[in-house]
């Protein structure tokens, strides 16, 4: 028997869920959540899916706005995916996702008011867009009766839609240099003489993706072309000629790369075959200066990161060995080793362990770097004696289990989490407490105003047994 339609209805959104989707109750009293709905507001929504006890619902309309409503500075607002509250003032964007923290990783004893860098667009020093044959525009919201063009586009990939690019000249989270490259690239690479974009259901095409990093202290800029094995060498010195002409007002593109991935997943990733100029760029943060390969994971805001690891140092205190645990390019270990012993890093991407070897040796910090999973590394954890101190940084999904079961078993005088999905602290949190770790300080950081993300970071000291 079909399931039956839930009709469109009105709800108060009453707050932020901890990936930023709008919360409120349905006509039955169910949980909602709302794609792009501020807290404060009255939306009318149509549901799409029943998960469990919660409805996932589209928003409509907005029939009441927040009492902290502001004017969205992005014409792709609402469509584009990325940027979900640019209808709140950025207090009230903070508060929410402080409170959406507090939520899903529960009190501690301590619990500071929200953190975060002034800047409210204009921050974000890396971007991945996909090209795309088909470009995703609903109704009603951007060009009314027009869902879907085949062509040559790009941009970002819309809501739910792998199949769909938003297509984008601009955008309000990069630095206006980054912009003339998005639209320098849109000028070379969606022509008719261009090579076909990627079509994703069909598998076909040669034109994947566009990665942009910038290192906003240095100036410098680092494009990233992605596409199949099927691409003609000389359309990459085309494409890297168009991008190195393009006009800058503050430093400049430091390098091209081409790099090839054939295979059906969505990922911008592969070898690289060329590069014009360099394959890495340099950051400064907290008085230190940083390489970055294309593959280094590096805080996606420098002023945001700055706030973030005066906040982990806080938390860390001082002396001892530091043992930066998911380290990518070494960025906490190196900016807070004045305050430690020694540091040794774990990461499991070779070029990033590499950046953070040559990051340490430039910074003149001394430490170790190892290439390892984590679940696979817990013996590092019990080959440093002395007093140790920990800080921990893990992908959205937080820890392995494996690592998780090992970090709560271990000792040492402090243990920091920081956590881009507060609900993945909020479940390790529980594993670490079953090892005899006590929660002791909670803090929450903005470092990506208008998106629903929020970093939280919470201190750990373990009770004597």
């Not at 909670?442 to 373990?462: I, N, S, Y």
Request: with cysteine; charged share 25%; glycine share 10%.
């Amino acid at each position: 028997m079909a399931r039956r339609r839930i009709p469109p209805f009105e709800t108060e959104i009453t707050g932020l869920d901890d990936r930023g989707m709008g919360v409120g109750t349905g006509p039955s009293g169910e949980h909602v959540v709302v794609r792009g709905a501020p807290p404060g507001s009255r939306v009318a929504v149509v549901p799409f899916r029943r998960k469990r006890a919660t409805l996932h619902a589209r928003r409509h309309a907005l029939i009441r706005p927040p009492a902290a409503w502001v004017d969205p500075p992005c014409p792709r607002f609402g469509v584009c995916g990325g940027c979900t509250l640019q209808e709140l003032s950025l207090d009230a964007q903070r508060e929410a996702k402080h409170q959406a923290v507090l939520d899903v990783v529960g009190p501690a004893p301590t619990v500071h008011p929200v953190r975060g860098a002034p800047q409210a667009t204009r921050y974000r020093n890396k971007v991945e867009l996909g090209f795309g044959s088909a470009r995703y525009v609903p109704e009603g919201r951007y060009e009314k009766g027009v869902t879907v063009l085949d062509g040559r586009f790009l941009g970002f990939h819309a809501p739910g839609r792998f199949d769909r690019v938003v297509d984008s000249d601009v955008c309000h989270l990069i630095s206006e240099d980054a912009e003339r490259l998005l639209q320098a690239a849109r000028g070379v690479a969606l022509t008719e003489d261009a090579p076909a974009p990627w079509n994703a259901r069909e598998h076909t095409g040669v034109l994947r993706h566009l990665v942009l990093r910038e290192g906003f202290r240095t100036g410098e800029r680092l494009a990233i072309l992605h596409t199949t094995s099927a691409a003609d060498p000389a359309f990459f010195d085309r494409f890297a000629d168009a991008l190195l002409a393009a006009p800058a007002d503050h430093g400049r593109l430091v390098g091209v790369v081409h790099r090839i991935h054939d295979g059906v997943s969505d990922v911008a990733t592969g070898p690289m075959v060329a590069v014009r100029g360099q394959d890495h760029l340099h950051e400064t943060l907290l008085g230190r200066t940083f390489r970055l390969s294309p593959d280094s994971f590096f805080q996606t805001s420098v002023e945001g990161a700055e706030v973030l690891y005066t906040t982990i140092a806080e938390a860390l205190g001082r002396g001892g060995t530091l043992l930066d645990l998911y380290c990518g390019a070494g960025s906490i270990g190196i900016a807070l080793s004045e305050h430690h012993d020694r540091i040794v890093g774990v990461e499991i991407v070779p070029e990033a362990v590499e950046d953070a070897r040559r990051n340490a040796a430039a910074n003149g910090v001394h430490g170790t770097w190892v290439t390892a999973k984590m679940e696979d590394a817990t013996g590092v954890l019990d080959e440093v004696s002395g007093p140790r101190r920990i800080v921990v940084d893990p992908p959205r999904a937080g820890l392995h289990p494996k690592a998780a079961k090992a970090l709560a078993a271990t000792q040492a005088d402090v243990l920091v989490y920081v956590a881009c999905k507060p609900s993945s602290l909020g479940r390790d949190r529980a594993i670490l407490e079953e090892g005899g770790w006590r929660a002791t300080d909670l803090w929450t950081v903005d470092l990506f105003p208008q998106t629903g993300h929020t970093e939280a970071v919470m201190r750990f000291v373990k009770d004597p047994a």
